[in-house]
Each structure stands twice: as C-alpha cells, then as structure tokens.
C-alpha cells in the first residue's frame, strides 16, 4: 500500500529538480560563466522565450524598444 505513496513523492521529487535543473541552466540571470559572459542578460534578443509557460504572449512579434550595450 506503501508503493503509490513513494511513486508519487518519488517523481514530484524528480520533476522538482528537473526544474532547478532547467532554471539554473537556461534562464539569463544566471550567470555561471563570469568571465566570457559577466551579463548574459544583455544579449537576450527581444523575441527569446526564456518563460516556461506565458499566457497570452506571443514572443515573435516583439520588437527591440532598448539599446545596445
């Protein structure tokens, strides 16, 4: 009766740090290379998706409203 249980704790576990795993490798304030890419924020194009779920935003259609540094 025990199996459920550790099956889905098990995999809220997994999906949990497939997560961390998924926002400390590819969201742009995450800096892990300091000296090539100190600001990795900067060179987001306007129209990179770096959101997991957005609900009414369609990323293709943005123009750039910024300069360039």
């Given at each position: ?5 550790f ?48 609900v ?8 750039k ?5």
């Amino acid at each position: 009766q025990l199996i459920p249980l550790f099956v889905i704790i098990g995999s809220g576990g997994v999906g949990a740090s497939l997560y961390l795993m998924r926002l400390a490798m590819f969201n742009p304030d995450v800096s892990w290379d300091k000296k090539n890419n100190p600001e990795p924020w900067n060179k987001m194009a306007p129209n990179d998706q770096y959101k997991l779920f957005s609900v009414n935003m369609d990323y293709s259609r943005l123009k750039k409203d910024r300069p360039d540094f």
